[in-house]
């Protein structure tokens, strides 16, 4: 396998007057040349990696210095149990417990990585394919799957987790965490706030607005883009002509990295500095972590229409569980029995979530109509005492039966 996406710079046409410019007969004497006001806000060429996707280690380097094993330890638990969360919410949509899941198979290193790079005391904003993200933080998993259960509200108390609701309308969540951040940093406390954002809705509005307000106002805000290559179907090479979505950051004057996002190591040793940037007071930083999606869009979703096999075949191959699993082992901190512990975790993890998930919910339709407003219009009243008496009805001819 060649190396993630990574679009070649074109080549600056030269025109004639440039070319004269350039001359020997004309050309000036040397003067020192104009700072260059890129420096310091550019991605690396080649996204950072510390482990090659046969789990072997590159050389150490400074600028991302590798984690303490101990964290390394938690992300592989973490990235075990997260994977087993994620097959049993797919397998949820199957048996109608779920309206919709999006699964991030693949996309463990990102998803645990980036929430493992933050603090409790953190803000954390996702979209609607965090939810392993958001059981690695430690929210409990049947709260984290309300919003896909189909429930008006998102399950958890946002301000106790300190985690907005998963965002489905792409890229408002950027917004939201710039905002967040500034207030945040104006009432004089260190907290960050990091967003996640795929690669499509780097296309959208709000992605550059949140950005470049945090830029301006400094707002301690990570930016990480999942690079997974799809868009639903439309491929990255169909969504943008940028050199690498990293290189959105320059822009703004916002420093930038790219990460291999399979390679759990380098994702959690590239957000930890992205976070501590932002924490320092430098403003925001922007991350993007190329990965994959090794599963459809969502479970309504046939990924087969638009993209082949081989292609998902190749991807297997850098399977960032197996890739972190291989590493701790041959460095000695990881063995069959731990192993074998963290796999028993994950299978009771999971037939707990069933469990609980099997249970049938009480739901009052008429919550709907809860907290839409402070002072309710004169047609959300009438609206809630239609169905208040559609209820009845159906109540009373219950009761007939
Ligand atoms: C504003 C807005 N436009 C369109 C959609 C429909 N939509 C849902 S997911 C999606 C694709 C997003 O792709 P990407 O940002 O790469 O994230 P991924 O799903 O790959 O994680 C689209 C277009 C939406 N939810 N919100
Ligand atoms: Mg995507």
């Known amino acids: ?45 080649e996204p950072v990696r510390l482990l090659n996707p046969d789990g072997t280690p590159l050389p150490a380097r400074k600028d991302y210095p590798e984690p303490p094993v101990e964290a390394l330890r938690e992300l592989y638990r973490r990235m075990v149990v997260g994977r087993r969360f994620d097959v049993q919410a797919t397998a949820l949509t199957k048996q109608g417990r779920l309206a919709v899941y999006p699964s991030s198979r693949g996309q463990e290193a990102c998803q645990v990585g980036a929430v493992l790079a933050v603090r409790d005391t953190d803000w954390v904003f996702p979209t609607y394919r965090e939810s392993m993200a958001l059981v690695a933080r430690g929210i409990d998993p049947v709260e984290v799957l309300t919003l896909l259960r189909g429930d008006w509200h998102c399950g958890y108390d946002p301000t106790q987790v300190r985690t907005a609701p998963q965002c489905t309308p792409l890229a408002t969540q950027c917004v939201h965490a710039a905002g967040l951040a500034y207030g945040e940093a104006y009432q004089g406390r260190d907290t960050v706030a990091l967003a996640f954002i795929g690669d499509g809705a780097t296309s959208e509005g709000d992605f550059h607005e949140g950005i470049n307000f945090a830029a301006v106002f400094k707002a301690p805000v990570v930016y990480f883009v999942q690079n997974n290559r799809y868009a639903i179907s439309v491929p990255l090479s169909r969504q943008t002509a940028a050199p690498s979505l990293a290189y959105k950051g320059v822009g703004y004057g916002v420093p930038s990295e790219q990460v291999d996002g399979n390679d759990p190591v380098a994702v959690l ?133």
């Open 1 to 45: 396998m060649g190396p993630p996406h990574v679009q070649e710079v074109p080549a600056v046409t030269t025109t004639p007057q440039a070319v004269r410019r350039a001359s020997p007969r004309t050309r000036r004497p040397a003067t020192q040349a104009a700072p260059d006001p890129s420096a310091g806000l550019l991605p690396h060429a």
């Open 269 to 401: 040793a590239v957000l930890t500095r992205a976070v501590a940037h932002a924490r320092a007071g430098n403003g925001p930083f922007l991350v993007e972590a190329h990965t994959y999606r090794m599963e459809p869009h969502t479970n309504a979703d046939d990924a087969s229409r638009y993209r082949d096999g081989a292609e998902v075949d190749a991807w297997r191959d850098r399977d960032p569980v197996t890739r972190l699993e291989t590493y701790l082992r041959a460095r000695g901190v990881l063995d069959d029995a731990v192993v074998a512990e963290v796999a028993e975790q994950a299978e009771a993890y999971a037939a707990e979530l069933r469990t609980r998930m099997n249970e049938q919910p009480t739901v009052d339709p008429l919550s709907l109509f809860d907290h839409v407003y402070a002072e309710p219009t004169p047609q959300l009243i009438e609206q809630r005492e239609q169905v208040r008496a559609e209820l009845a009805a159906a109540r009373d001819e219950e009761g007939d039966a």
